[in-house]
Nanobody, 123 residues
Framework: QVQLVESGGGLVQAGGSLRLSCAAS????????TGWFRQAPGKEREFVAT????????FYADSVKGRFTISRDKDGNMVYLQMNSLKPEDAAVYYC????????????????WGQGTQVTVSS
């Protein structure tokens, strides 16, 4: 089993930055794909970014490409999401995820989910 705990959410002005962190515990050595989804009120969960441990690669939603950066430490115990140039439409609950059930990394079909952290962007 794996547990994921997010932190770093909060209130920021449009154009500002936030860094989300996700602490993984348990059988973290088995984690190969970790990432972030988000969900705004009244909307479906949306893919944000993922990172693969080997070969090391990252994937981003078009809506965040060039503004967000996903990273993880070499042990795989921490995953980060650096969010720059935030927009009001980025406001959502952000979820850390790990290990997709299938090959589609941009679908909300992951084995492990964190409890979420709120990001609010004021205009």
């Amino acid at each position: 089993q794996v547990q994921l705990v997010e932190s770093g959410g909060g209130l920021v002005q449009a154009g500002g930055s936030l860094r989300l962190s996700c602490a993984a515990s348990g059988r973290t050595s088995s984690l190969h794909v970790t990432g972030w989804f988000r969900q705004a009120p009244g909307k479906e969960r949306e893919f944000v970014a993922t990172i693969r441990s080997w070969p090391r690669s990252t994937f981003y939603a078009d809506s965040v490409k060039g503004r967000f950066t996903i990273s993880r430490d070499k042990d795989g115990n921490m995953v980060y999401l650096q969010m720059n140039s935030l927009k009001p439409e980025d406001a959502a609950v952000y979820y850390c995820v790990a290990e997709p059930y299938g090959s589609s990394i941009d679908r909300p079909e992951y084995r492990y989910w964190g409890q979420g952290t709120q990001v609010t962007v004021s205009s």
